[in-house]
């Protein structure tokens, strides 16, 4: 089995409403970079990495003399070839292996004729729970514009009916923390039974974390997610302010995971199959942290079928999943998956038993999402639309203004 050659294509997906955070904003479509790997009798093992255009696409091209011949089974080798720690430092290539890693377990577990998560030890459970993921978002075409508490909570509730979430995640941080705090208090008392949580993505000072997390304790919370940026801000949080923290942010890495369980610095860490290199390195940090008894989460980075395939197969195989999973998932209209998006049951997406990643991809959808990418482009994460000139600085004091529901011009 070796990988004769690899393909790429930028697509955009859009969104049912812009998406506000504490960063900038999803401006009305995700853009993903799919990447797909083909083997040498012809089969194609697909992956997906976020953002993209033409560099992002040269950057995964230029990577085609270290595959050509390489078994997609060798997945330790791939590692190594695309992620030398001394080249790290000149081109990160973390996401791009990220890439070419899922795509190569697609490709060998086809070949195979096993599911990605029989490569990765095998499935100790068959569907994965996901939280109802809550933004606030900007109105577009009859859907958004839910700033205040009661029109979260509509949202949500429809989420809720929708999907049957039992858990709520709020995007905090885009807003003052006091109307986080009351939007989310709102939340709260909505679903008194329903977990809910609260990530303003580490933009509020070590200060405003403790003021908040004290205000937000009687609640049924999972966990405090990212309330403050660095490990000892985390740590100073998790001291000051009863509720377990979590962290995507500040434990990305082996070295930060290692000093954050020597020194005690966070409660859980949600795993992303990109952000830590590949799928595999993720189930390796998770079994690093169930040696230490700390709960895994899954982390969601704004995903296409493909990349949510990769988190149902980690979800799958992490003992101490003990959270439900974070998607952007539901936020998108369509995917360019054969027969569409991946269904919800009771808060849950089934784990693919398909061989590979056991997903699908539509070369119909892909062109057709190719297509809508060369219209519409890619858009500046880090900037809000609304704000045209605003940029965060942390501690961010510069929030953005809740009567403003909507955007002027199309997006
Ligand atoms: O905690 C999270 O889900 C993220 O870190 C994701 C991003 O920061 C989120 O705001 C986004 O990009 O939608």
């Given amino acids: 089995m070796s ?16 998406l506000r955070h504490s960063a900038g904003a999803h401006w009305g479509r995700f853009v993903r970079t799919i990447i797909e790997v083909i083997g040498d009798d012809g089969l194609s093992g697909w992956g ?3 953002g993209g255009g033409e560099s ?9 003399p270290y595959l050509k011949g390489h078994d997609p089974l060798n997945l330790e080798q791939l590692r190594w070839k695309i992620m030398n720690p001394t080249a790290t430092l000149y081109n990160n290539r973390l996401q791009i292996h990220a890439a070419l890693e899922m795509a190569c377990l697609d490709l060998a577990g086809k070949r195979l004729g096993v599911p990605a998560h029989a490569l990765l030890g095998g499935a100790i459970r068959d569907r994965v729970e996901f939280a109802s993921y809550l ?30 979430f039992r858990t709520h995640k709020l995007k905090g941080g885009h807003f003052a923390p006091d109307h986080d705090v009351e939007v989310f208090a709102a939340l709260a008392d909505a679903f008194p039974k329903d977990g809910v949580r609260l990530d303003p993505n580490g933009v509020w000072s070590v200060e405003e974390a403790i003021r908040v997390g004290r205000a937000i304790a009687p609640f049924n919370n999972d966990y405090f997610e990212d309330p403050t940026w660095g490990l000892d801000g985390m740590r100073r949080v998790r001291e000051g302010q009863p509720i377990p923290t979590a962290t995507n942010m500040v434990v ?36 690093v942290m169930e040696t230490f008894q700390r709960s895994a989460a899954v982390h969601s980075s704004g995903e296409l079928g493909i990349q949510l395939a990769s988190m149902l197969h980690l979800g799958a195989v ?24 991946l269904l919800y049951r009771d808060g849950c997406i089934d784990v693919p038993t398909g061989p590979g990643l056991g997903v699908e991809v539509s070369r119909e959808k892909l062109a057709q999402y190719a297509e809508y ?4 482009g890619g858009y500046t994460y880090d900037r809000d639309p609304g704000r045209p000139n605003w940029f965060s600085i942390w501690p961010e004091r510069n929030y953005a203004d809740p009567k403003v529901k909507s955007l002027p011009g199309v997006f």
């Fill in 3 to 18: 990988i004769a050659d690899i393909k790429v294509t930028t697509v955009a997906v859009p969104l049912e409403a812009p």
């Fill in 48 to 50: 997906e990495l976020g």
């Fill in 56 to 64: 992002a696409e040269t950057a995964v091209l230029s990577m085609l």
């Fill in 135 to 164: 933004f606030y978002r900007y109105e577009h075409d009859g859907a958004g514009g839910e700033t205040m508490p009661d029109e979260i909570v509509a949202h949500a509730k429809a989420l809720r009916d929708a999907y049957g």
């Fill in 252 to 287: 990305v890495n082996f070295e930060q995971l290692a000093q954050c369980i020597r020194h005690d610095l966070v409660d859980v860490i949600l795993l992303d199959t990109t952000f830590w290199g590949g799928l595999r390195q993720t189930v390796k940090a998770g079994q």
């Fill in 318 to 341: 992490l003992p101490n999943l003990n959270f439900a999973a974070d998607a952007h998932y539901h936020h998108l209209k369509d995917d360019i998956l054969t027969g569409g998006k």
């Fill in 373 to 376: 990418f060369r219209e519409a």
